[in-house]
C-alpha cells in the first residue's frame, strides 16, 4: 500500500510541474522564491523550506540543494541515538547558479553572482562575484564578467528579427569570432 501512496505521490508531483511550471512547483515544495526566475530543477532533496531563492534568479539543470549533513548518522550519543544538522541556504538576486552545481548546507550566494557548471559551492559567495571550482572559489568580480562577455558575446539586440534558432546561433557565433582578437 505504501508503494502505491509514494507512487500516487510522485505521479501528483510530476503533473502539478507541468501543468504549473517550476517556480510554482518549487514554491508548492516550500522553496521561497522571488520574481522573474528560471528553474530546471525538479528535486528539492528533504528540507525545501530551508531554500531561499532572490529575484531574477537562474537554476540550471542538475543543481542539488543540500540542507542536512547525512554523515552525523556515524556520530552517536550515549543511548545510541545520532545526532542532526541542518541549515538553511539562502541566495540573492540575480544569480546564476551553472549545471550539475551542489550547494551545501548554510550557504548564502551573495547577489550579482554566476557560479560555473559542476562548483561544490562549500562557503559563502559574496556579492558582485563569479564562483567556480571544487570547493567553489571567486575568480573574478562580477563587473570584469560583464564586461568581458560585452565584449565577446552577441547581445540580443544584435540577434533581434533572427527568428530560425539554428540561425540565430550560427549568426551569434560570427559576431562572437568578429569580436575575438585573432
Not at 103 to 123: D, E, L, R
Not at 140 to 149: P, T, W
Not at 152 to 178: H, M
Amino acid at each position: 500500500m505504501s508503494f502505491m501512496i509514494s507512487a500516487f505521490r510522485q505521479l501528483f508531483d510530476l503533473a502539478y510541474f507541468i501543468a504549473k511550471g517550476s517556480v510554482a512547483y518549487a514554491r508548492k515544495k516550500g522553496v521561497k522564491v522571488g520574481e522573474n526566475c528560471r528553474i530546471y530543477i525538479k528535486s528539492w532533496g528533504s528540507e525545501p523550506f530551508l531554500v531561499s531563492i532572490g529575484d531574477h534568479v537562474t537554476v540550471t539543470s542538475g543543481v542539488k540543494f543540500i540542507t542536512h549533513d547525512g554523515s552525523t548518522c556515524l556520530i552517536k550519543d550515549e543511548q545510541g541515538k545520532r545526532y542532526q544538522r541542518f541549515a538553511p541556504i539562502q541566495v540573492g538576486s540575480h544569480v546564476f547558479i551553472g549545471v550539475n552545481t551542489i550547494v551545501m548546507p548554510g550557504v548564502s550566494i551573495g547577489s550579482n553572482v554566476v557560479i560555473g557548471a559542476g562548483s561544490v559551492v562549500t562557503k559563502d559567495i559574496p556579492d558582485h562575484s563569479v564562483a567556480i571550482g571544487v570547493p567553489a572559489k571567486v575568480v573574478s568580480s562580477f563587473a570584469d564578467y560583464q564586461a568581458k562577455i560585452q565584449s565577446t558575446c552577441a547581445s540580443d539586440s544584435e540577434l533581434a528579427g533572427i527568428t530560425d534558432y539554428r540561425e540565430r546561433v550560427e549568426r551569434a557565433i560570427a559576431i562572437q569570432a568578429s569580436k575575438t582578437p585573432h
